[in-house]
Nanobody, 116 residues
Framework: QVQLVESGGGLVQAGGSLRLSCAAS????????MGWYRQAPGKQRELVAA???????NYGDSVKGRFTISRDHAKNTVYLQMNSLKPEDTAVYYC??????????WGQGTQVTVSS
């Protein structure tokens, strides 16, 4: 089983920054993709950013140029540096891990609130 533990959410003013962390533990394939999704009230869950074990990254259009995803492979941890935050970034942010042969695993979610 895989466990994902997120941290770093909170309340910040527009224009500010936050850094999210997600540590994975358990049986984890060496080939995987770790990423972040978010879900705002009344909206569908959407991709924020993803980082493959091979080093490739992918970002949602709304966060390109403002958010940066990175990984510490030795610690099985993924980070999301969020800069120039906007009120529309307010959502619950979920960590996600996808491995070969897995249905995918989710973290419990961390709230990010950006005030105007």
């Amino acid at each position: 089983q895989v466990q994902l533990v997120e941290s770093g959410g909170g309340l910040v003013q527009a224009g500010g920054s936050l850094r999210l962390s997600c540590a994975a533990s358990g049986k984890i394939s060496s080939i995987n993709t770790m990423g972040w999704y978010r879900q705002a009230p009344g909206k569908q869950r959407e991709l924020v950013a993803a980082h493959t074990s091979g080093g490739r990254t992918n970002y949602g259009d709304s966060v390109k140029g403002r958010f940066t995803i990175s990984r510490d492979h030795a610690k099985n941890t993924v980070y999301l540096q969020m800069n120039s935050l906007k009120p529309e970034d307010t959502a619950v942010y979920y960590c996600h891990l996808m491995s070969i042969g897995s249905m995918g695993d989710w973290g419990q979610g961390t709230q990010v609130t950006v005030s105007s």
